[in-house]
């Protein structure tokens, strides 16, 4: 009930913001249910949608078990440890942290998304899916994604593919919106295969263009949601998936940690092969794998006996080739969104970094306190 209360409350100020622009609305909950609106009129007001989006800049934001979003090189969005959203975008050399923004008024948010520079998506705790298209500077809360409305929701993934197409990976299931995130249809587990009785939870989704998805579970399987299909398509790996990228429906690398850290396939998962098994350790670990085109991807790990000591790897082929990229990046690195060949970010556990460079030497933009 106080869920719904919520969302009720967060559309009527989305109203509010867009009926009065140049106004600041908000809107709370009193003792006894009573409701307070407040319409903030006056010089200096702005029209922050639903939610005020701007407090000063400060080094005590962690960005610690958070998430990163970029559509660019010049910008990215990043998730604090407590929740609160971040705008980063750096100056002309690209070597610096020009200009930061914290979005205020938001609740904690889990995972975040992009696809331009104007289009945002997060999705905050209690599965509510948050939009902005105005670089940040209006938020609107779709509603949520699973309408049981549970508690406790733990999003491990959110990304769209487009405007209008995205995908939300959470502890029991898989959603896809084909509407921008304003509603959500369960894509897996399918009909005929209950949460209670999933042994296995999902962990990483990639979406293609078509609407279908390669899916990575805890037990080390890998699926594929195809179109049309009423189950998923099991593929055993034997592996624990910790990153996955699709590039079609025939082609697909994982990353994982053990046995050189990387396996690729061109027939829809028949076969697999390890292109690093020749040359990489049997402890490798992939954190990440991005890719910028069809054919140009990165992927990003460590070994295990020496895990701050950031390692790269490239591919020009789609995948069938890798070779190890020079890094003096000493870190714990979480996430890589590559951009283009050249440049690339990388978030870790402390900090924020940024290549122009292939990869050659990385500039620290965001720095957690303390670290």
Known sequence: MNLLLNITLRQLSAW??????????????????????????????YNAGNVAVESAATDNHSLSIGD?????????????????????????????????????????????SCVSSGTTWGVDNQGIVWRSDNHGNGWEPLG?????????????????????TGWIVESFAVWRSVDGGVTWARRFPTPQLSVESMSAQPVVISPLPDGSAWLGMTDGKLLRLNVGDARPVV?????????????????????FAQDGGLLTTTDGGASWRNPLAVDSDRLLVIHSISFSSPNVGWAVGSNVSDPQ???????????????????DLEDRAVALRLINQDTAWLLSVASLYLTDDGGNTWKMIRKRSGT
Not at 145 to 164: A, H
Not at 235 to 255: E, K, P, Q, T, Y
Request: one cysteine or more; hydrophobic letters at 45%; proline letters at 4%.
């Open 144 to 164: 949520p994604f699973d309408t049981s409305v549970r508690n406790g929701y733990r999003i491990s993934q959110l990304v769209f593919v487009d405007e209008t």
């Open 68 to 112: 990163l979003a970029a559509a660019g090189p010049d910008h990215a969005w990043v998730v604090g440890e407590s929740g609160e959203v971040i705008r980063l975008e750096v100056g002309d050399s690209k070597s610096h942290l020009a200009y930061e923004r914290i979005i205020g008024g938001l609740p904690p948010i889990q995972k975040i």
């Open 309 to 327: 000591k950031v390692l790269i790897f490239k591919t020009t082929d789609g995948g069938m080739s890798w070779t190890k990229s020079a890094s």
């Open 16 to 45: 509010l913001a867009r009926s009065f622009p140049g106004c600041l609305v908000f809107v709370a909950q009193g003792l006894a249910g009573a409701l307070f609106l407040g319409l903030l009129i006056g010089p200096g007001c």
């Open 235 to 255: 593929l055993s790996i034997r592996a624990d998936v910790r990153a996955l990228h699709a590039l079609d429906a025939n082609r697909c690398v994982i990353g």
